[in-house]
């Protein structure tokens, strides 16, 4: 029988320890969570204590008996404390809950409780920070998940149709594990409370004997804010013995006690900071080279440098690299970091950026970024809200430096051929959205040479497929092929690399050709400075639910039908 909860609200405040200068604690925030007893909530309280470092916050553990007095209490000292707008964020993994419906529906109804704005986060941020809880204890049990079934199990259903709602919640949280941890089979079961007899456990019994029959083993793991007066008295108790009669792994350990219970609350809560400048951390990932490359890549930040928080990570989204890089920000006092992908294309290492950011729930394919055992990365576990754009794509900013480009060795346009030349891929979809790229880039800066009074003979471009020697030889003829044909009836070649900065291997691919050459690339230059600062900003209004900035010309293809609020 599961054992029924006291009808007692109990209320824990505390004030926020911010420095004067951070005018983040104007925002208060009211962390609600259901009463788990007195073992539970000291883990909760714990958890809250780290938490409030940073926040100007209060934590109210309620269950129905004078909620409407205790939550009057919590949102009068978090306003005593210097709130001028407050925040509800629900200590629960499932919305469903009947009690936190119970919560919602008293402040609803109540708005005497107090007279400053009142918001009630709907945000999933951080959802990962759970699924890595839960990453963590399947570390311990499971041994082979392609024999196992992995069983989820939540508290506080009343009846079938909560249950079901309530498990369906508690199942968003596990698809993060499922690419680490491949069950064979998958069950969430959410008790239903305040029943007698063996009806509460029916729903875990047929997991269980589900798992039995198809021989898979079951690993247990309650997946909850579940009820803890003690070692004894709790839902890992009563569970034990019923998991061990059908020969399951199971250790009694729920969500708590574990670090990124702050932490969850931390980046929930930072999602309703405003984000500025002096608050936001942003990671710089182009490719990396050498010494003399990378240093060429950070002296073309210019300014930007003083005027944001920027750590570089170069490499091909390296997740050890990102991480060292965010966890450089936290320490710069990074309330949200954005990481800036300096890539030709917006899909370059997008997906494995944004899975260890936890933005993304499964990596697509093996390969890049897992271990060799072919298991993915960890996320990085932070109290900072994450975001990542790039992908230079066509942008006129791009085009208007390799302009720039052209102009500095170019002497008689009418007989110059422009041959714009970029890395290139072996996808031919993807490769063909290389070109049009170019193609894009040609027509620009065609346009503005026509503006500059400077009327070139014509602007072709290629890619070198330079990775793939296959299909990098048949590029390389044709190339030399255009070179020459550029070079004909007196004509002159200018060839220009469309690549982030100098690089390349064109001046050996062309060799014993005559042509005018300028490596540079796009940076160091000031549209580069300013196509930089364009990604911070659009950064900037995603953490904050703007509209991108008037005047940015560079978004991110993926952006296009941003909408605030949304993300």
């Given at each position: 029988?599961?054992?029924?909860?006291?009808?007692?609200?109990?209320?824990?405040?505390?004030?926020?320890?911010?420095?004067?200068?951070?005018?983040?604690?104007?925002?208060?925030?009211?962390?609600?969570?259901?009463?788990?007893?007195?073992?539970?909530?000291?883990?909760?309280?714990?958890?809250?204590?780290?938490?409030?470092?940073?926040?100007?916050?209060?934590?109210?553990?309620?269950?129905?008996?004078?909620?409407?007095?205790?939550?009057?209490?919590?949102?009068?000292?978090?306003?005593?404390?210097?709130?001028?707008?407050?925040?509800?964020?629900?200590?629960?993994?499932?919305?469903?809950?009947?009690?936190?419906?119970?919560?919602?529906?008293?402040?609803?109804?109540?708005?005497?409780?107090?007279?400053?704005?009142?918001?009630?986060?709907?945000?999933?941020?951080?959802?990962?920070?759970?699924?890595?809880?839960?990453?963590?204890?399947?570390?311990?049990?499971?041994?082979?998940?392609?024999?196992?079934?992995?069983?989820?199990?939540?508290?506080?259903?009343?009846?079938?149709?909560?249950?079901?709602?309530?498990?369906?919640?508690?199942?968003?949280?596990?698809?993060?594990?499922?690419?680490?941890?491949?069950?064979?089979?998958?069950?969430?079961?959410?008790?239903?409370?305040?029943?007698?007899?063996?009806?509460?456990?029916?729903?875990?019994?047929?997991?269980?004997?589900?798992?039995?029959?198809?021989?898979l083993r079951p690993v247990v793991i309650p997946l909850d804010?579940?009820?803890?007066?003690?070692?004894?008295?709790?839902?890992?108790?009563?569970?034990?013995?019923?998991?061990?009669?059908?020969?399951?792994?199971?250790?009694?350990?729920?969500?708590?006690?574990?670090?990124?219970?702050?932490?969850?609350?931390?980046?929930?809560?930072?999602?309703?900071?405003?984000?500025?400048?002096?608050?936001?951390?942003?990671?710089?990932?182009?490719?990396?080279?050498?010494?003399?490359?990378?240093?060429?890549?950070?002296?073309?930040?210019?300014?930007?440098?003083?005027?944001?928080?920027?750590?570089?990570?170069?490499?091909?989204?390296?997740?050890?690299?990102?991480?060292?890089?965010?966890?450089?920000?936290?320490?710069?006092?990074?309330?949200?970091?954005?990481?800036?992908?300096?890539?030709?294309?917006?899909?370059?290492?997008?997906?494995?950026?944004?899975?260890?950011?936890?933005?993304?729930?499964?990596?697509?394919?093996?390969?890049?970024g897992h271990d060799n055992q072919g298991k993915p990365p960890?996320?990085?576990?932070?109290?900072?809200?994450?975001?990542?754009?790039?992908?230079?794509?066509?942008?006129?900013?791009?085009?208007?430096?390799?302009?720039?480009?052209?102009?500095?060795?170019?002497?008689?346009?009418?007989?110059?051929?422009?041959?714009?030349?970029?890395?290139?891929?072996?996808?031919?979809?993807?490769?063909?959205?290389?070109?049009?790229?170019?193609?894009?880039?040609?027509?620009?800066?065609?346009?503005?040479?026509?503006?500059?009074?400077?009327?070139?003979?014509?602007?072709?471009?290629?890619?070198?497929?330079?990775?793939?020697?296959?299909?990098?030889?048949?590029?390389?003829?044709?190339?030399?092929?255009?070179?020459?044909?550029?070079?004909?009836?007196?004509?002159?070649?200018?060839?220009?690399?469309?690549?982030?900065?100098?690089?390349?291997?064109?001046?050996?691919?062309?060799?014993?050709?005559?042509?005018?050459?300028?490596?540079?690339?796009?940076?160091?230059?000031?549209?580069?400075?300013?196509?930089?600062?364009?990604?911070?900003?659009?950064?900037?209004?995603?953490?904050?639910?703007?509209?991108?900035?008037?005047?940015?010309?560079?978004?991110?293809?993926?952006?296009?039908?941003?909408?605030?609020?949304?993300?």
């Amino acid at each position: 029988m599961i054992y029924c909860k006291t009808m007692i609200v109990c209320l824990f405040v505390a004030t926020s320890v911010l420095g004067a200068a951070d005018t983040s604690k104007e925002t208060g925030f009211l962390v609600v969570a259901p009463d788990r007893g007195f073992m539970g909530n000291e883990e909760l309280r714990d958890a809250f204590e780290e938490y409030r470092k940073q926040f100007n916050a209060a934590l109210v553990f309620a269950t129905r008996e004078e909620t409407e007095r205790f939550l009057k209490e919590g949102l009068s000292q978090v306003q005593a404390s210097g709130a001028k707008n407050i925040v509800v964020l629900p200590l629960f993994l499932s919305l469903h809950h009947p009690m936190w419906k119970h919560i919602e529906t008293t402040l609803s109804n109540n708005r005497s409780l107090t007279d400053l704005p009142l918001t009630i986060s709907q945000k999933h941020t951080g959802t990962y920070l759970i699924s890595e809880i839960l990453s963590d204890r399947l570390e311990e049990l499971s041994e082979n998940p392609s024999e196992e079934m992995l069983i989820l199990v939540a508290q506080g259903a009343r009846d079938d149709q909560e249950a079901a709602l309530i498990s369906e919640d508690i199942k968003r949280f596990r698809v993060y594990t499922e690419d680490r941890y491949p069950f064979a089979g998958y069950r969430e079961v959410a008790l239903q409370d305040g029943q007698r007899g063996a009806s509460p456990w029916k729903s875990l019994e047929d997991a269980l004997a589900s798992a039995q029959g198809q021989k898979l083993r079951p690993v247990v793991i309650p997946l909850d804010f579940s009820w803890k007066a003690d070692g004894m008295m709790s839902l890992g108790a009563r569970l034990k013995s019923l998991i061990q009669k059908y020969g399951g792994s199971f250790d009694g350990k729920d969500l708590t006690p574990h670090p990124n219970v702050a932490l969850w609350l931390a980046q929930r809560s930072n999602a309703h900071v405003p984000i500025t400048r002096e608050n936001l951390g942003v990671v710089f990932m182009p490719h990396g080279s050498n010494y003399n490359w990378n240093r060429r890549m950070m002296d073309a930040l210019g300014p930007l440098t003083a005027r944001y928080m920027i750590e570089p990570a170069f490499g091909m989204g390296d997740p050890v690299l990102i991480e060292r890089g965010v966890r450089r920000l936290e320490r710069r006092g990074a309330r949200a970091v954005v990481v800036i992908r300096v890539f030709s294309l917006e899909s370059s290492f997008r997906e494995i950026t944004e899975y260890v950011l936890g933005l993304q729930e499964r990596l697509g394919h093996a390969g890049h970024g897992h271990d060799n055992q072919g298991k993915p990365p960890e996320r990085i576990r932070t109290s900072c809200v994450l975001f990542t754009l790039g992908g230079i794509e066509a942008s006129p900013l791009f085009a208007e430096a390799l302009l720039d480009r052209v102009l500095e060795v170019s002497k008689e346009p009418k007989k110059e051929t422009i041959i714009l030349l970029a890395h290139g891929t072996d996808d031919e979809e993807a490769n063909k959205h290389w070109e049009r790229n170019l193609a894009s880039i040609a027509s620009h800066m065609q346009m503005v040479a026509r503006l500059k009074a400077r009327h070139f003979r014509d602007i072709q471009y290629a890619t070198w497929r330079e990775d793939w020697p296959e299909l990098r030889e048949k590029a390389i003829q044709n190339i030399r092929t255009m070179v020459e044909r550029a070079a004909q009836d007196g004509g002159t070649p200018i060839v220009i690399p469309a690549r982030t900065t100098r690089g390349g291997r064109e001046e050996e691919w062309l060799k014993g050709l005559n042509y005018v050459y300028n490596g540079k690339g796009f940076a160091p230059h000031p549209t580069f400075e300013r196509w930089v600062e364009e990604q911070i900003l659009i950064a900037m209004a995603h953490f904050n639910n703007q509209p991108v900035p008037a005047g940015i010309i560079s978004v991110p293809k993926s952006l296009h039908h941003y909408h605030p609020g949304r993300h």
